[in-house]
C-alpha cells in the first residue's frame, strides 16, 4: 500500500496540469497565421530555456543528492539538443551530485549488524544499492553519448562481492552495465552501440547481450544477424555454469522464431518484427550446447528449464536426444511442487490457450496462480477473444471474490486496448459490461476523447457528465486517482471551460493530501521519505511514463498559457515535487516541438 502511495504522489503531480486551454483566438489569414505560430513557438521555447535555467538553480536547494542529481540529469537531458556542451557539465554535475559510496566490504559486522544480516548479505545489499543508483544514471547518459556514459561507468567502478557459485547466480558487474549503455544508446546511434556491444562481449557473456540483439534487430535486421554469430561464436558448455548463458541461448532461439520476438526479454512484444535469421548450423550449434547440459549427470535445473523452453528446436535438429531429453525433464518434475508448477506455468506461456491456462491455474499456489491468471487474461484480449474469454471465466469460477478479480481484470485490458486502437464502437459496447465504476469512468473518458476526433462534441460532454459522479479524489487509491486523472484530461480536451471550474478545487487537496501522507510516514515508515524529502525517482513510476500519458495535454496547455501552467506548478508546496511537475512542463513542451518539427518535414526528406 505504501508503495502504492509513492505511484500516487507522481500522479498528484500530473493533476495539477489537467487544465484547460484558453479560448481560441479568431481566424486570420494563412500567411499570417503561420507567422503568429512561427512567434509563438519561438517566445514559448525561449521561456522554456528560461524556465529550465530555473530548474537548475532550484535543484541545489534539494536536501537529497539523489533529487538533485535526478533534477540535473533531466535538465541535461532537455538542452542536449540546443547546448550539448553545457548539458555535459550538468550531467557530470549529476553524477558528482550522488556523491557514489564504495561498495567496500563491511569491517566489523558485529558493530553494524548485530544478530542480524551476515557480513556477506550486508556486503551484497550495499553493493546492490550502488549499482543501482549507477545503472539508473548511465541510462539516462547513454541515450545522449554513449561514450560519455562509458567514460562515467569507468570512473565509478565497482568491484562485485563474492558470493557461492553453486547456483548460478552472480552479481551483476561493470560488463553488464557497458551492455546496458549499449542496449540505451541503440535508440540514436545504433552504429556506436553495436561497437560497445562488440567489445563487452570480447570481455564476458550476460544476458544483457540478447537484451540489446533485440533492440537491434528493430533498427537493422543485418547487424543483429551478425552480432549473433558473435554471441553463438562466444557461447560453450561453460557458459552453461551461470543463468546468463541459458538466459542468452534460449533468447537467440526463439527471436529466430516467427512468433518469439518477445520471448524472455523486458522489452514490449513486437509482433510484426521480422525473425531473427540464422541458419540451421547455427541453431543446430545451440541445440547441441543445450543438449549437452541438460543431459548431464551433474545438470542444473536452470539448464533444464532452458531444455524445456526450447524443445522444439531439440526435437528438429537433436531428435536422436529429444527422447532421453524429455525423459530427464519427467524426472526433475518430481523434484518438488513448486519447480513442477513454473514448469507447467513457462509450457503454457508458450504455448497454452488461455483457457488452458486457467484451468491449469486451478491447482496452483497463489503465486504462480496469480500470474498466469493475468497472462491468460492478456493472452485472450491480445488475440481478440476478449469477450468469449468473459463467458469463460463466469463459467470456471465458483469463488464471486476470484471470479471478479478475473473479470476487472479483463475490463481494464480491454478498455486499455480499445483505447490504444482507437476502437470507438469496442469501448461503447464495453460500458454496460465494466464491473468498477472507476474503470467504467475511465472508459467513458477515452470514449469522449474518440468521439471529440470525430467532432461528436455534445455527446463527449454528455458522456464526461455522467462519468463526473464515478470519479472521486483520493490519492491513496490507485484506481480512484487514475480514473480522476483520465477523467480530468478528457474534460480538458472536450470542454476546457468546464474543466478549468472542475479542477480547480483539486489543486488545494493535492497539497493537503500529500502532506497528511507525510505525517503518516513519520510512523509507517514507506521508503518515500528521506531525510524529510520525497524521493522523486521512484521504482516503477519513471518520469517518461507521465510525459507519455499526459504530455500531450500538458503541451497544449502551456502553448496556450505558459505563465499559468507554470504557476500551476509552482503551486505545490514541497520545493521537490514543484521542481519535478517544471520538469515535466518543460519535457512536454520541448518534445511536443520536436514532434511537430519532425511532422513538418516532407517525406522522403532527410
Sequence with gaps: MMRLKSHILRFSILLMFALPAAPAIAQVDDKEKARQEIEKRAELERKTVALIDEIVAGAWGLKLPENRSFVLVNAADLIWSRDDKRARGLFWEALNSLNLPAAKPVENPAKSAPKGPTKEQVDLKRYYEVFQKRREFLRHVARRDPQLALDMLHATQQVPPKVPADNGFQPPGDTELEQEIADAAAVNDPKRALQIARETLSRGLTYQAGNFLFQLMQKDQNAATEFAGDIIAKLNSASLDTLDGPIVLTQLLSLSRTNGSAVLTDRPAVNTMTPLKLSDDQKRSLVEIIADGALSASAK????????????????????????????????????????????????????????????????????????????????????????????????????????????????????????????????????????????????????????????????????????????FDLTDYQKSNSLLAFLLAYAIVDPNKAFAIIEPFVDKTNDSVSKLLMLDKVVRSGIVKNGEIILEQPGMPLDFGYFKYGRGVAALAEADFNRTKALADRFERNELKLMARVLLAQAILRNAQVKKNAEVPKGDD
Design 301 to 472: 535445473p536452470f539448464v533444464l528449464q532452458t531444455a524445456r523452453s526450447v524443445m522444439p528446436e531439440i526435437e528438429q535438429f537433436a531428435p536422436d536426444r529429444a527422447a532421453r531429453i524429455r525423459m530427464k525433464l519427467a524426472e526433475s518434475r518430481g523434484q518438488n511442487r513448486e519447480q513442477r508448477e513454473w514448469n507447467t506455468y513457462d509450457a503454457l506461456f508458450e504455448e497454452g490457450t488461455p483457457e488452458e491456462m486457467i484451468k491449469a491455474g486451478h491447482s496452483m499456489g497463489e503465486e504462480r496462480q496469480q500470474a498466469i491468471y493475468r497472462e491468460a487474461v492478456m493472452k485472450a484480449v491480445m488475440g481478440g477473444r476478449g469477450d468469449s474469454f468473459r463467458d469463460f471465466i463466469n463459467s470456471q469460477f465458483e469463488d464471486g471474490g476470484q471470479r471478479n478479480e478475473l473479470i476487472d481484470l479483463l475490463d481494464e485490458q480491454q478498455v486499455g486496448m480499445a483505447a490504444l486502437r482507437g476502437k470507438e464502437e469496442e469501448l461503447r459496447k464495453l460500458l454496460p459490461l465494466i464491473r468498477l465504476k472507476e474503470q467504467r469512468a475511465l472508459a467513458m473518458a477515452e470514449l469522449s476523447i474518440q468521439l471529440e476526433k470525430k467532432g461528436l462534441h455534445d455527446e463527449a460532454v454528455e458522456l464526461l457528465e455522467g462519468a463526473r459522479s464515478l470519479v472521486k
